[in-house]
């Protein structure tokens, strides 16, 4: 019965996913979204023995079960149209490379003999565990035991609240406003009242995604909503510091006054720094009995708190950490971004009479728009990852957990505790959300191509 | 006409020189602290770390002899040193070798391939870290040089890197090579590479650094202090629960970072010009 609900479902979002595949007429461009759809949910529910769709487990299992099979489904019909598309471009790619002279006429092997020690390693040590993530994920395994025992999704449902309406409707619900305001803002010209209304929204879809999330995950002692809140709160203070702190250095050091060159260097040399050596320099500023911090304060007559027992103090210290070690990156890529400010334009408002804030709100922002969301990614990916050097130095996840982001929830989980499946549930977490996060960059770069913007 | 050349010649604000020279000043101090602070205490002992003096003390030569003699840390930093100029050397053949199959061959299926190397980079080591920890443990190769470096030795970024920097060249070296009956790899050594010095270079940096500053990889696989890496060496050092040992921790942080200092200083135009570059598209 579930089974043919997730079935169902995921034909469903197979004919959703086809909806934009313009050359078929509606009726049997649905059917054959709804075909795909249905092959995807049926792959994915084969994989896992249909083990969610039984009756012995619980329902949150079920409902889980379900909402896999719709991904899925949408998965299969969306990766299906744009095989198409891309497919369908490929004459025109060809006249167009044929065009191109200057390419080798050998055997055909040739160039498969210079890409094959690339594709080996990259099947060999990213797509096999890629894939072995997910397996393991639905297992019960020990480090360096080799049996391992099925057990279906158990290990995802531990890491959230028992109650399927929390755990589906309500992300489900988020995301679906996130995206019906990114539509309102397209259909809406710009400028017009209401695109500046869907705007000023869009922010608040995302905190409702980050909410409804913060609520999906089992609280509780051992819960994984605390690990969450710190990733998301780490995350969030690493950016948004190490954004703001790089612009408005880069817009200092983009100056042409003498020396420019000397200074430019002294501010970007924390780049070659590593992530562990960021986390041992903050460990002896914030040192409770030696450092530079304590006895700073010391002679205000403040006694400073020790910041490996203070929740908020830890990640204060962590985030500081973080935002000095990637500062140096991105005043890098700001100073390059600056390069496309376009000059004439300041010229003219310098004419006009402008102050120097608004130059900077209105022409110089919007032409770093493309850098800025270059570094949001790379940055996340700083904060998701390399912190785990910087953490481990800093405060090994004291006081209590509070500065244990999801990186090092996994290792300690996976190979502190042995227990490899429930770490590699938790990597499927984080994988989804990086997936996530790709896919957002891959539309927004879209988005730029079709209206023409500037790089 | 002076008046704008005056605005090009200052950058975006007008005005004074001297205020931004003091705002940078302030600024790059800011930025230096934790590292000179580092400095002043590995010359320090604990006695004057705690009176916190200002003055460099006399320590300086003992706590290298400790770090460096005591805990082995030249060992560590020549593992670094392998690993980081091995998975270098690696990423950048595989890699021009690759943009060289994208840019100068016509293949069946080369869309499908670009995929398959486009789709890696959304597929970060760490997230998969404990499937490929099972996988490399299994292969035998615990304690080894070759988990330090063969994981991490193709790079979809440099794959697209030169292919980006390959389709830009003019396709009339490739015919001129051609002509003189070149060989695809003749091509690659005498004309291609040549003329990419600065993409190679701003790579080999990113590629460097990105060795050098492994940390949680290590920490899994080498569980062997003669074979670990100075990242995951400099744990010894920090005995948050005995001894503090202040000094010699600062002067090995100062010293692991010597290395990716170095190769930033001396590679910084080709990095900037590379980077422009690719900023641009």
Redesign the interface.
């Known amino acids: 019965m579930t089974l043919l609900i997730a079935l169902l479902v995921g034909a469903g979002a197979g004919a959703y996913g086809f909806r934009n595949a313009l050359r078929l007429r509606p009726q049997p461009r649905y059917l054959a979204g709804a075909a795909f759809g249905l092959l995807g949910a049926a792959v994915v529910s084969g994989a896992t023995k249909g083990c969610a769709y039984g009756t012995d487990v619980d329902s949150i299992q079920n409902v889980i079960g379900v909402a896999i099979a719709g991904a899925a489904g949408l998965a299969a019909a969306t990766a299906a149209s744009s095989t198409k598309a ?1 497919r369908g471009d ?1 004459p025109i ?1 060809k006249q167009r ?1 044929e065009l ?5 006429r ?1 055997g ?1 092997w ?3 003999l ?2 094959l ?3 080996i ?2 099947v ?7 894939v ?2 997910f397996t ?1 994920s639905t297992m019960l395994v020990r ?1 360096g035991a080799p049996n391992t025992i099925d057990v279906c999704l158990s290990n995802f449902t531990e890491l959230l609240v028992p109650n399927p309406w929390m755990v589906v409707v309500l992300p489900s619900l988020s995301v679906a406003v996130i995206w019906g305001l990114g539509l309102w803002k397209q259909r809406a010209s710009a400028g017009s009242a209401s695109y500046n209304l869907a705007t000023t929204l869009q922010p608040l879809g995302i905190m409702a995604l980050l909410t409804a999330l913060y609520f999906m995950f089992s609280g509780g002692t051992n819960g994984y909503r605390s690990i969450y809140l710190n990733t998301v709160v780490i995350s969030a203070g690493t950016v948004l510091g190490g954004m703001v702190f790089g612009l408005a ?1 880069a ?8 020396g420019i060159g000397v ?1 430019r ?3 970007i ?10 986390g ?6 914030f ?1 409770p ?2 450092g ?1 911090i304590q ?1 700073i304060f010391d002679g205000f007559g403040i006694d400073f708190p020790n910041y490996r027992e203070s929740v908020s103090l830890a990640r204060f210290t962590v985030i500081a950490a973080s935002v ?1 070690k990637v ?2 990156y991105n005043i ?2 700001y100073l ?6 376009p ?1 004439d334009q ?2 003219a408002s ?1 004419l006009d009479g402008a102050s ?1 804030w608004q ?2 709100r209105y022409i ?1 922002t919007p032409s770093l728009g493309p ?1 800025t969301f270059f570094l949001l990614i790379t940055n996340l ?1 700083y904060a ?3 912190i ?2 910087t953490i ?2 800093l405060t090994r996840g004291a006081p209590a957990g509070a500065t244990s982001v999801a ?1 090092y929830e ?2 300690r989980v ?2 502190d505790n042995r227990d ?1 499946g429930r ?2 549930a938790q ?1 499927v977490l ?2 989804l959300a ?2 996530g996060l ?1 896919i957002w960059q891959f539309r927004r770069s879209e988005d730029r191509i079709t209206y023409g913007g500037v ?1 | 006409m002076s ?2 050349a005056g ?8 005005g004074r ?1 001297w205020p ?2 003091v ?2 000043i302030l ?2 101090l800011a ?2 602290f ?2 000179v ?2 400095a002043l ?1 590995s010359t320090q002992g ?1 006695p004057d ?2 009176a ?1 003096k200002l003055t460099p003390g006399d320590k300086l030569a003992k706590h290298f002899d400790d770090v460096w003699v005591g805990r082995s840390l030249g060992r560590s930093m020549w593992n670094s040193t392998v690993q980081s100029v091995l998975i270098t050397v690696a990423k950048t053949v ?2 021009l ?2 943009g ?2 994208f840019v ?5 299926g ?2 499908l ?1 670009f ?3 486009l789709v ?16 490399v443990s299994s292969l035998g190769w615990q304690n080894t040089m070759t988990a330090l470096v ?5 790079s ?1 970024t440099g ?1 697209f890197l030169f292919r980006q920097h390959f389709s830009n060249l003019p ?5 001129a090579a ?1 002509v003189d009956g070149a060989s ?1 790899i003749q091509f690659l050594t005498k004309v291609l590479i040549p003329v990419s010095w600065n993409a190679i270079g701003a790579l080999a940096v990113i590629q460097f ?1 990105y060795g ?2 492994m ?2 990889w290590p ?2 696989i080498i569980s062997d202090q003669k074979s670990q890496v100075i ?2 060496a ?2 010894n050092l ?1 005995g948050i629960d005995v001894g ?1 040992t ?1 000094g010699p ?2 002067l090995a ?1 100062l010293l ?2 010597i290395p ?2 170095i ?3 001396l590679l ?1 135009k080709q990095f ?1 010009s590379g ?2 570059i690719g ?3």
């Open positions: 891309a490929e790619a490379s191109r002279t200057g390419t080798y050998l055909w040739w160039p498969w210079l890409l020690p690339t594709l390693i990259l060999v040590f990213l797509y096999i565990p890629a072995q993530t393991l480090l250095i817009y200092l050091a983009f100056q042409k006054v003498r200074y260097t002294l501010l040399w924390p780049y070659a720094v590593s992530a562990p050596v960021a041992i320099l903050f460990f002896m500023m040192d009995t030696a530079v006895h000095w500062l140096g890098l890529f390059a971004g600056l390069q496309n400010v000059i300041i010229e310098v120097a130059r900077f110089v850098i990916t998701f990852f390399d785990y050097g481990d130095y990186i996994i290792i996976g190979v490899i770490g590699a990597s984080l994988f990086v997936i790709t790089g | 008046f704008s605005v090009r010649k200052q950058g975006i604000i007008r020189a931004v020279h705002l940078l600024v790059t930025i230096g934790p590292l602070y580092a205490i604990n770390i705690f916190f595989l890699s070798a690759a060289l199959a100068y061959f016509r293949f069946r080369k869309w391939v995929f398959f190397v890696t980079l959304m597929m970060p080591t760490e997230v998969m870290i404990l499937a490929l920890f099972r996988l063969v994981p991490f030795a193709a979809a794959a396709s009339e070296l490739a015919e051609q695809p650094v050098w500053n940390y949680l920490v899994l990242q995951v400099l744990q920090q503090l202040y921790l600062m942080a692991a970072s990716p200092a190769i930033f200083i910084q900037m980077f422009s900023a641009d598209k």
